[in-house]
């Protein structure tokens, strides 16, 4: 244990890579003991912090008083942050099973209580997701914990939630962090975030890299020569398809908010996820401008150094895996160190512990067996989707106060062989929202019925004598002899299209091309079509561009069905 003038210990629980032990550690404190049962981890650890004794374990085999004594050493300090993904609102909406989360959150609280009791324990902090802070309760009794004996109510002091971009992380990771520690002083107010640009303009472009012999880091008092710099020159480029599929379920979700596309460099970053990936609604994707004339030809995913930045990594800190997406693991699943030095301050500053006034590094770091720079992009083709894939999905960019209108598979019985097509309006958002499923004749009704507008010229849009034969030409001769049956639609769909025939996606594609061309959003966006019933939803006005997509997806899926 120890003193007023020597070093404060601590043990780090759940260590991951080390991000929590690496704040402290900063701060002067002496990290003895780190623990996790991931052998990256670990390996990780103690390539960062040598002097700290490492085990590579599940903590649930540390079940009983003796394991503890014999596994966990006395320290000053305890923190560690239990994994948090059945916490985590990013799981299925945080509809997840909380008990394994529960289960290790409970054995890191037995292992504090018991060093509280018996090791002298001064402070302790754990780290989980906001969410989490509904499912830890005020105190914890000793029978609670199964510990033996009798001993004294673990009392959580504290559960606040922190934003990592006011301690010096460029990143808008919102952690709560609960536990027995001396309030936290931020160090940056909003306008002084540290911002993915920054990063940027500090670490230079990963495919050409950067003029100057030396980098300086977005987060310290620290530069290293550029060869030294590791995991970020190298080709993150991804695959169109995946790009795209990634832009529209950010931009244009069927029932969830906009993201933006790319990413906004003018900010902290997003939370880092542990998973890299290039095609979901959570990716994190910036422009290439491979020209140099503005605009952006490519899309590429965060090298692994440039996370390791929006976390406030130093940039001497080594990721020891054998895979991009083990590194990418390591780096998600951290404790920001800024964040973890802000805990550290505190205590130091309530014992009286002096601690340094700039960043020191650590003696030099050896490189991980695999560094990424210089590593070539590997081109992946699509994947065949299942044969029985579900499809639902809106004509993109066309969401009105509302309403959509989607072409889905949801019908079909795969199991018998019988695929069916179906034309959806969507009104409302969430997936709740009112739907309905018109007859072609309903919607026909409906395209002569009144026009409503607000602020436009009828004379000069022509609505007083509009009609739909344009549209519907146009619309019959793009389709011929373009659409498959509904088995070839599907089949289209598995295999991501055919270069030949219309799929789902293209049909949708075509169609929206169809209605800008015929009724363009800048003269069309604020007229409505009266809904005399037509329509089965509580509605009395649908926009007519709406309206036009309704008859063209309703045009495609009759015919479609049509061929069985």
């Not at 199964?146 to 504290?158: E, F, I, M, N, R």
């Not at 066309?398 to 009104?427: A, C, P, Q």
């Not at 025939?501 to 015929?518: A, M």
């Amino acid at each position: 244990m120890s003193t007023e003038k020597e070093k404060l210990t601590v043990v780090d629980l759940f260590a991951g890579a080390g991000g929590f032990s690496e704040g402290f550690r900063q701060k002067g404190f002496d990290v003895i003991f780190g623990l996790d049962h991931w052998e990256p981890a670990t390996t990780t650890l103690k390539l960062n912090h040598p002097e700290t004794k490492t085990e590579t374990m599940d903590i649930r085999d540390i079940q009983t008083s003796e394991d503890i004594d014999r596994v966990i050493p006395d320290a000053d300090v305890i923190i560690g942050g239990p994994p948090c993904v059945s916490f985590s609102h990013s799981n299925r909406a945080g509809k997840a099973d909380k008990t394994e989360g529960l289960n290790l959150i409970e054995v890191m609280l037995r292992i504090i209580a018991w060093k509280k009791e018996n090791g002298g324990l001064k402070y302790w902090a754990l780290e989980n997701v906001p969410n989490a802070k509904k499912h830890i309760k005020k105190k914890y009794t000793w029978e609670e914990l199964q510990l033996p004996g009798s001993g004294s109510d673990l009392v959580v002091k504290k559960k606040p939630v922190h934003n990592s971009a006011d301690f010096g992380v460029p990143q808008t990771r919102k952690r709560m962090i609960c536990g027995n520690y001396p309030d936290l002083q931020k160090t940056h107010s909003e306008d002084e975030w540290i911002t993915m640009r920054d990063v940027f303009d500090k670490l230079g472009d990963p495919m050409d890299g950067k003029d100057s012999e030396y980098i300086e880091d977005p987060c310290y008092e620290l530069k290293i020569k550029k060869e030294e710099l590791t995991d970020h020159y190298y080709d993150t480029r991804v695959e169109e398809y995946k790009w795209k599929r990634a832009k529209r379920l950010k931009e244009d979700h069927g029932y969830m908010g906009k993201m933006s596309f790319p990413e906004e460099l003018d900010r902290p970053s997003r939370t880092v996820m542990a998973t890299r990936s290039a095609s979901t609604r959570e990716s994190m994707l910036f422009g290439v401008d491979t020209d140099g004339d503005g605009e952006y030809e490519d899309y590429r995913l965060p090298t692994v150094r440039e996370i390791a930045c929006f976390m406030s990594y130093p940039l001497t800190y080594q990721f020891e895996a054998s895979t991009e997406s083990k590194k990418y693991r390591l780096v998600g699943n951290s404790v920001p160190p800024k964040l973890s030095a802000a805990i550290a301050e505190a205590i130091a500053e309530k014992e009286g512990m002096e601690t340094p006034d700039r960043y020191q590094d650590p003696d030099e770091t050896e490189k991980p067996s695999l560094d990424l720079t210089g590593r070539e992009r590997e081109k992946k083709k699509p994947r065949k989707r299942r044969d029985n894939a579900k499809y639902a999905r809106h004509i993109p960019y066309m969401k009105t106060n509302g309403f959509r209108t989607e072409i889905d598979n949801k019908e079909s019985d795969f199991s018998e062989g019988d695929v069916i097509w179906s034309t959806v309006l969507h009104k409302g958002v969430g997936r709740n929202a009112d739907k309905a499923k018109p007859s072609m004749e309903e919607i026909e009704e409906l395209m002569e019925n009144e026009k409503v507008y607000e602020g436009f010229d009828a004379n000069e849009l022509g609505l007083d004598t509009f009609d739909w034969r344009g549209f519907k030409e146009d619309l019959k001769e793009r389709f011929s002899g373009q659409l498959p049956g509904p088995d070839g639609y599907q089949e289209i769909y598995v295999h991501r299209g055919n270069g030949e025939k219309y799929g789902p996606n293209e049909s949708l594609e075509q169609i929206k091309d169809i209605i800008d061309k015929h009724l363009p959003k800048e003269d069309f966006s604020e007229v409505k079509v009266l809904n005399d019933g037509e329509i089965d939803l509580e509605v009395n006005e649908v926009p007519i561009r709406i309206v036009a997509g309704l008859y063209a997806c309703k045009y495609i899926t009759k015919k479609i069905n049509s061929k069985k």
